[in-house]
């Protein structure tokens, strides 16, 4: 086809394009023309189309649906639009759109797109939402305004919301309100200089609950590396974060009484002998033993035994200051670290506390039940600073205390070695 003749020249569109005229004997379609940008489309030369017919270079016209669209248009001179349908035959394979005209001379002309292309993208995109929808982790989109644009079902799950409630509104009004605003400047500092963010936040789900969670955000960035969106994927770290507590409690808190337990006795006690060393001021060390506490166990048992140390240490705590640490080291034995300042006024009247408190009759189980205690005394300060001299000195205390009757006090002196 030329210039001269159709008056236009289609090699100059770049569109694929091709022109047909209907023979009505052979019922098919001529090619009567065939641009350039079709010959490279379909990988086919001009002189391997012009003046043949349809159904010979492209044998699956009719089942593609083009056919039947082209004899329409030649009847009713009505342009059809073929929608984008699947070609296959032995030579190429690819997605196609056909906008079909009939033009004055009576030809037919057929532009059409190859959207192969658009149509992976499109399957591509299909099957990553279907993946982002049936996985686990929790997955929210925001436009670079921070407006919510997508969420998936495992989001809504863990939220506890619709996607109604959430689709057009910023993150920030689920926020729990336990991180500071500067926390969260020096977030979105980090994502804009270096396009992504990591690390554990703690939010609010619809029920008002507030939950720790690890959260990645990266930018998302068009052809010409603008951000144009922003993805988050988080977990949701409860169980993770109850098990680090249980396990931090297990390593220093006493199974039975919940105080602190021996580790964590030693840890703090140091912490107290260094903060004593760098005040000048003088802390104090003290060792509880409960007097009658075998008798307990061996008449009553130590079922009753074990709810007497829980009762003891919820006395022990009630008498002490908030600055003293009070401890289970074993068995029926407390410590009691008073820190520093304190003086041995103090630390007096502080003993005549305990031994009165624990002096008072305890009811366990219907049982009614007499204890005393005898507690040993050493003090801490830069000339007495080890630990395990700190300990044994309150213990050779306390049992100078037992000696001396039980159900008193007793402060370390070094004729006790």
């Known amino acids: 086809m030329n210039k001269q003749k159709y008056d236009l020249d289609i090699n100059i569109i770049p569109l694929n394009i091709a022109i047909y005229k209907y023979d009505e004997k052979r019922d098919d379609f001529i090619f009567i023309d065939f641009n350039n940008s079709a010959e490279k489309n379909s990988k086919l030369k001009r002189k391997q189309v012009i003046g043949k017919y349809l159904t010979k270079v492209f044998p699956k016209a009719k089942e593609f649906g083009i056919f039947d669209l082209l004899k329409k248009v030649n009847i009713t001179g009505q342009k059809e639009i073929h929608k984008a349908t699947l070609y296959e035959d032995n030579r190429i394979q690819g997605w196609r759109e056909n906008e079909i005209y009939k033009i004055d001379n009576g030809l037919i002309i057929a532009i059409y797109k ?111 590396n603008e951000p144009t969106n922003y993805v988050g994927v988080f977990t949701d770290i409860s169980k993770q974060k109850k098990y680090e507590t249980d396990l931090k409690e297990m390593a220093f808190s006493d199974a039975l009484t919940k105080l602190p337990n021996r580790i964590h006795f030693k840890n703090i006690l140091k912490y107290e002998v260094d903060k004593s060393i760098r005040n000048k001021r ?93 507690i040993g005394i050493t003090f801490f300060n830069c000339q007495n600073s080890d630990i395990e001299s700190l300990i044994k000195q309150s213990d050779l205390a306390m049992y100078k205390a037992k000696e001396m009757g039980r159900g ?10």
């Open 282 to 374: 003088a802390g104090s060390l003290l060792l509880l033993d409960l007097d009658k506490f075998k008798i307990v166990n061996d008449t009553l048992g130590h079922q009753i035994g074990d709810k007497l140390l829980v009762e003891v240490a919820k006395r022990l705590k009630d008498v002490m200051r908030k600055s003293d640490m009070v401890s289970r080291i074993g068995g029926d034995e407390f410590t009691i670290i008073l820190s520093s300042p304190v003086l041995k006024s103090q630390i007096e009247i502080i003993c005549q506390n305990i031994i009165q408190t624990l002096s008072s009759i305890f009811v366990i189980d219907n049982s009614i039940i007499n204890i005393n205690s005898s």
């Open 408 to 417: 008193n006090f007793q402060f370390y002196n070094d004729k006790d070695k």
């Open 114 to 224: 190859n959207i192969t292309a658009e149509k992976k993208i499109e399957t591509n995109l299909k099957l990553y939402k279907q993946i982002v929808d049936t996985i686990s982790e929790n997955v929210i989109i925001t436009d670079i305004n921070g407006t919510i644009i997508y969420v998936n079902p495992s989001y809504l799950q863990t939220m506890g919301y619709l996607e109604n409630e959430v689709i057009g509104k910023n993150p920030k009004a689920f926020s729990s309100g336990k991180h500071s605003t500067e926390y969260y400047k020096d977030m979105w500092l980090q994502l804009i200089q270096t396009g992504c963010f990591q690390g554990e936040i703690w939010d609010k789900k619809k029920d008002g609950s507030i939950f720790p969670k690890r959260l990645t955000i990266n930018t998302v960035k068009n052809l010409n």
